[in-house]
């Protein structure tokens, strides 16, 4: 138990690669990028070409406080959830009460 616990703060205190450090990598690497501003959500969207000229896209989401709390990668139109900050913190604890339930 004390093991889920620590797993769901050390989750919860992640800051994730900063967006100034994707955006210098960005930059570096000729990548276009974007940033917008959804009330308290900061979101970074890079694009980049691949090997075979393929097209990817990430899209990083930030709290108000500069932590990444979600990365979804789109590629060929399919979109696949990298990170989720919050979802990984609530299955943990799912997991958590799961078990509870079944040593009661």
């Known amino acids: 138990m004390m093991n889920e616990i620590h797993q769901v703060s050390k ?11 994707l955006v210098q990598n960005a ?5 276009e990028f974007k940033i917008t501003n959804n009330g308290d959500l900061t979101i970074l969207t890079i694009n980049s070409v691949v090997a075979y ?3 990817v896209t990430d ?4 709290n108000k ?3 990444l709390i979600k990365q979804v990668l789109i ?4 979109e696949q959830v990298v990170f989720d900050k919050y979802k990984e ?3 943990i604890l799912k997991k958590l009460s799961q078990k509870n339930i079944l040593v009661s």
């Not at 989750?11 to 100034?20: E, F, K």
């Not at 930059?27 to 990548?31: I, K, P, S």
């Not at 899209?59 to 930030?62: A, H, I, M, R, T």
């Open 11 to 21: 989750l919860l205190m992640y800051d994730g690669p900063s967006a100034a450090e």
């Open 27 to 31: 930059v570096e690497n000729g990548d």
């Open 53 to 55: 000229n393929l097209r």
């Open 59 to 62: 899209v990083f989401s930030y």
């Open 65 to 67: 406080e500069g932590q």
């Open 75 to 78: 590629m060929n139109s399919k």
């Open 89 to 91: 913190a609530s299955n």
